[in-house]
């Protein structure tokens, strides 16, 4: 998992996917996108016109399920993600990708917040 996040962050498209499997799906569904086999979720990562840049957070899980929570920054715009990955074999088989932007608190409960960075 760390290399792959490490790649990730490097754009090194490669060793970014060497996780997956061939048959591996990759789901979107803010977008209601998904993406089927390693190398259509490489190619469509490296045409991202974007710069991007990736902090993890936090990476838990077990046997065949993980999850990572982490900051993209795209063009330095960030976005909280979390990452669902299922594993079949030692490879991913299934991703599922969501992403918040980040807002304001809301007033109603602005004086019992502390902000995080």
Same mark, same amino acid.
């Given at each position: 998992?760390?290399?792959?996040? /490490?790649?990730?962050?490097?754009?090194?498209?490669?060793?970014?996917?060497?996780?997956?499997?061939?048959?591996?799906?990759?789901?979107?569904?803010?977008?209601?996108?998904?993406?089927?086999?390693?190398?259509?979720?490489?190619?469509?990562?490296?045409?991202?016109?974007?710069?991007?840049?990736?902090?993890?957070?936090?990476?838990?899980?077990?046997?065949?399920?993980? &999850?990572?929570?982490?900051?993209?920054?795209?063009?330095?715009?960030?976005?909280?993600?979390?990452?669902?990955?299922?594993?079949?074999?030692?490879? &991913?088989?299934?991703?599922?990708?969501?992403?918040?932007?980040?807002?304001?608190?809301?007033?109603?409960? /602005?004086?019992?917040?502390?902000?995080?960075?």
């Amino acid at each position: 998992m760390d290399r792959h996040w /490490a790649a990730s962050d490097a754009n090194d498209f490669e060793e970014e996917h060497q996780i997956y499997r061939e048959d591996a799906v990759l789901d979107y569904p803010q977008s209601g996108e998904r993406i089927c086999g390693r190398r259509k979720i490489q190619s469509s990562r490296a045409a991202q016109p974007n710069r991007k840049r990736f902090t993890v957070r936090r990476i838990i899980g077990a046997g065949d399920l993980w &999850v990572t929570e982490y900051l993209l920054a795209y063009d330095g715009l960030p976005s909280h993600t979390v990452s669902i990955m299922e594993f079949l074999d030692g490879k &991913v088989a299934r991703e599922t990708q969501y992403f918040a932007d980040p807002f304001e608190p809301g007033l109603s409960r /602005a004086q019992w917040v502390e902000r995080i960075a």
